[in-house]
């Protein structure tokens, strides 16, 4: 028998173990074990499904004129009166900030992370013929 020896210690390790090994002319054997700990991760993963409801209506980005009427950045947009459907392209998260963080109070090492994110599109309003009427960039936060 070989003095180094593989073994799979039936927890997804795969140690090797020695076997008779020789220390001042006597025999010993010592065995690896596995260890179970903590684990440290550096990122995260939240995933929420956000309706119309979480973010609100959709507000311009900028200072634009459309169809008649000056946005000013932040207003609610509304859609033209003779669009027949709206379409979203270039969807982005523009910039995610943390607005606060504090220990959790029920788990030592956790923190509570409140965090706001701002998408940015831009809605592209068409009218009975699909024909583009307005393209307006505009943001939602979260």
Do not use: H
Not at 38 to 44: G, H, P, R, T
């Amino acid at each position: 028998m070989s003095a180094f020896e593989s073994t799979n210690n039936n927890c997804g390790c795969d140690n090797t173990e020695v076997l008779g090994s020789q220390i001042n002319g006597t025999s010993s054997a010592t065995k690896d074990e596995c260890v179970i700990a903590l684990k440290v991760y550096d990122f995260c993963r939240l995933q929420e499904c956000l309706t119309a409801d979480d973010l609100g209506p959709a507000r311009a980005a900028c200072d634009t004129n459309c169809c008649g009427y000056t946005l000013n950045a932040g207003d609610v947009i509304r859609p033209p009166q003779d669009s027949a459907s709206v379409s979203i392209e270039n969807l982005k998260a523009k910039s995610v900030t943390v607005l606060g963080k504090k220990p959790n109070p029920f788990r030592p090492g956790y923190w509570d992370i409140e965090l706001k994110f701002v998408f940015s599109y831009r809605l592209i309003f068409r009218d009975i013929n699909g024909n583009e009427i307005a393209c307006i960039k505009a943001q939602n936060s979260f």
